[in-house]
């Protein structure tokens, strides 16, 4: 089979990490559980979600209040959200399935957070109206009706390559693209749930083409940090935002230009000494996974 396309990563409460990712060739949802934290050895592998249709595209992964992973991703053939709420550590054996958002087309780029009460909020594409979505559940394991809110749908087309975070106040943050546009936005919701008027940023803007491959992490400060690829210049930069809310000037910072196009599929956290660190893809020498490590909190 061809897997590993959409790939996600979350630590366990058990400390071993957690692998959601697509089965192309099945059409499938799976899950890889590591054995140790290393992820060495053979891991539990476990087909989630298998229907007629295929689904289990731009999977992300979290754990939830009761310490087993929660899954967002795309039902390809029906196009629309769905979630996978797994029984156990390992997600092994019958998890609940949910389709979260039947609207036509909506469900690609889904990112995932679990919010402070426990109740997941999912941020991802409508391709139909190019907008950008997000779905606040109404329990745990995400069954029943989701709270659906548009967050962002101006005339331009918005919401892909999305990334959330719980901000430090417990309110989602969100890094996505405006196609049209070619820059980089942020959302930052006004409550838990996302719902009513989220504040709106472009935090990268101008000649270059940016805001692809986004992802967001929360520094120590409470203020996000976002890595993205500038497609004009083939290279990774940062965005370190001014406050929580991502408002007025970010400090942008390119952390990678080299001959090679660098910077797509980036993921960025921050390690426990507070200095974020990304991993993203270099088309150099056939290509590679490169990593980097910033020297001080703002990347600069």
Request: charged share 15%; with cysteine; aromatic share 6%.
């Amino acid at each position: 089979s061809v897997v590993g396309s959409y790939g996600a990563i979350a630590i366990g409460a058990d400390s071993l990490p957690v692998v959601s990712y697509w089965d192309g060739t099945a059409g499938a949802l799976k899950v890889a559980k590591c054995i140790n934290v290393a992820c060495t050895g053979a891991s539990t592998i476990t087909t989630v979600d298998d229907p007629a249709n295929s689904v289990g595209a731009w999977t992300s992964i979290a754990i939830g209040s009761d310490t087993f992973p929660v899954i967002s991703y795309y039902d390809i053939t029906a196009g629309m959200l769905k979630v996978a709420k797994c029984i156990n550590f390992a997600c092994t054996g019958v998890a609940t399935i949910t389709s979260v958002d039947t609207a036509s087309i909506s469900g690609r780029y889904t990112s995932i957070a679990v919010a402070a009460d426990g109740r997941p909020v999912i941020s991802y594409s409508s391709g139909i109206s190019d907008s950008l979505k997000v779905a606040k559940c109404s329990n745990a394991a995400c069954t029943g009706a989701a709270t659906i809110t548009i967050v962002d749908d101006p005339g331009d087309a918005v919401g892909e390559h999305n990334s959330i975070k719980i901000g430090s106040d417990g309110f989602p943050v969100i890094s996505y693209l405006n196609s049209s546009a070619g820059d980089l936005k942020v959302a930052k919701c006004a409550n838990a749930a996302c719902t009513g008027v989220s504040t709106i940023t472009n935090v990268d803007s101008g000649a270059s083409y940016v805001g692809t491959f986004t992802s967001i992490a929360i520094g120590g400060d409470g203020r996000p940090i976002v890595s993205y690829w500038d497609g004009t210049a083939g290279a990774l930069r940062v965005a370190k935002c001014a406050n929580a809310a991502c408002t007025g000037t970010a400090l942008i910072t390119t952390l990678d230009d080299q001959v090679e196009v660098v910077g797509q599929y980036s993921s960025i956290a921050v390690g426990s000494d507070g200095l974020p660190v990304i991993s993203y893809f270099s088309n150099g020498g056939g290509g590679s996974l490169k990593v980097a490590k910033c020297a001080a909190a703002n990347c600069q």
